[in-house]
C-alpha cells in the first residue's frame, strides 16, 4: 500500500490530473466556484433539450474564467452527436473548431468553458459516458464544466439544472478530502436521491449555478410576451367566437343561478350565511367580470369585422 500511495505521490507531483493536490501539501485547492449562467444561453438550452425529447441532446458552452471562484457561461451552440434515450456522444470533432472559427467573425470571441446536455425525465446526474466525456474536457482545461438541464421536468418559474465537475480518483484512494469549499452558496442546494445514488460526492461534485442577464438581454425577456398594437386587429374565427360566447353566456347562466339563490338566503341567517360561503368563489364578483369580458370581446369583434370590411 505504501508503494502505490509513492506512485500516485509521484504521479501528482509530475504533473498527473490538475485538480490533484500534491501528497505533501495539507492545503486543500478550494472549489467554492460559482457558474453564472446568462438567460440566452438559459434559454437556448431548454429550447434544444425540448427539442431532443425523448432523446438526449448535447452541446458546447461558450464563456470565460472570470477568476479562480467565478465561471461565466455567455452562450451556447449545439453539435453533431449520436443520442439516445439515456446517453449522448459527440460524432464530429472537427465541427467545434469551425463554429468557434464562425462565431469570432459574429463578435463571439468567448472560449469553450464546458458543456451541457439534457436528461428528458430523469433529474440531472452524470453517467458513466458522461463522466468518461468530461473527463476528455478537463484533460483540455482542468475547470471545464458539465451542466445538466432536464427539459420534462422544467416547468414555468422552475429549471431543473445542476453543474458538475469530476473528483479527482487519485485524491479520493488516497484517502483526502477532494475538495475545500469555503462558502455557503454550494451547499443551498440539496442533492437529489438520484443523483447520490448514480456517484455524487463520489465521482464528482455539483457546483452552485447563479443566472445573470445583461441590459440587452433584459429587453429581450421582457419583450418576449409583450402584445403589439396590432394584436387588437387580429380577427377571431367566427366560428370560434360563436362556441366562446356560448360558453360564456353558460357559465353567466351558473353564475346568476348561484347568485340568485345567495339573494334568497341573504335575509334567512347571516351567520351561518357567512359561514357557508367561506372558501367559496364570489358568484356576484365572478359574473360582473364575465359580463364585462364578453361585452369587450364582442365589441372588439365587431369593430375588427368592420375595419377587416373598409380596408379589405
Known amino acids: 500500500m505504501e508503494r502505490l500511495q509513492q506512485l500516485f505521490a509521484g504521479a501528482a ?34 429550447k434544444h433539450g425540448r427539442a431532443g425529447i425523448p432523446m438526449e441532446v448535447m452541446g458546447l458552452m461558450l464563456g470565460e474564467f472570470v477568476d479562480e471562484y467565478t465561471v461565466r457561461v455567455v452562450d451556447v451552440f ?3 452527436q449520436n443520442g439516445t434515450g439515456v446517453s449522448v456522444e459527440a460524432v464530429d470533432p472537427v465541427f467545434q473548431t469551425k463554429m468557434l472559427d464562425m462565431l469570432k467573425q459574429t463578435g463571439r470571441p468567448e472560449a469553450v468553458v464546458g458543456w451541457y446536455h439534457s436528461h428528458p425525465g430523469f433529474g440531472c446526474w452524470l453517467s458513466n459516458v458522461d463522466m468518461n466525456t468530461q473527463q476528455s474536457f ?85 419583450n418576449l ?3 403589439k398594437w ?24 351558473d353564475l ?4 340568485h339563490k345567495l339573494v334568497q338566503d341573504e335575509d334567512a341567517n347571516p351567520d351561518k350565511r357567512a359561514l357557508q360561503t367561506v372558501g367559496k368563489l364570489d358568484a356576484k364578483k365572478h359574473l360582473a367580470t364575465s359580463v364585462e369580458t364578453l361585452m369587450s370581446a364582442n365589441v372588439l369583434q365587431t369593430l375588427t369585422t ?6 379589405f
Open 78 to 80: 449545439a453539435m453533431p
Open 230 to 253: 396590432t394584436d387588437g386587429l387580429a380577427l377571431v374565427k367566427f366560428d370560434q367566437h360563436s362556441h366562446e360566447n356560448e360558453e360564456a353566456m353558460r357559465q353567466m347562466a
Open 13 to 46: 507531483g509530475s504533473g498527473g490530473m490538475a485538480a490533484a493536490a500534491p501528497i505533501d501539501d495539507p492545503t486543500i485547492p478550494d472549489t467554492a466556484e460559482t457558474i453564472q449562467i446568462s438567460s440566452l444561453a438559459l434559454l437556448k438550452m431548454l
Open 225 to 227: 410576451h409583450k402584445k
Open 138 to 222: 478537463e484533460s483540455l482545461n482542468p475547470r471545464a464544466v458539465a451542466v445538466v438541464v432536464d427539459p420534462v421536468q422544467s416547468v414555468k418559474g422552475k429549471v431543473v439544472i445542476d453543474a458538475f465537475r469530476l473528483i479527482n480518483p487519485q485524491v479520493a484512494l488516497l484517502g483526502q478530502e477532494p475538495r475545500q469549499v469555503t462558502s455557503n452558496i454550494g451547499h443551498l442546494k440539496k442533492p437529489t436521491i438520484q443523483a447520490l445514488i448514480h456517484g455524487l460526492n463520489r465521482h464528482y461534485y455539483s457546483l452552485a449555478i447563479d443566472y445573470r442577464k445583461n441590459e440587452l438581454e433584459q429587453k429581450m425577456l421582457l
Open 256 to 259: 346568476a343561478k348561484q347568485y
Open 306 to 311: 368592420m375595419l377587416n370590411t373598409v380596408i
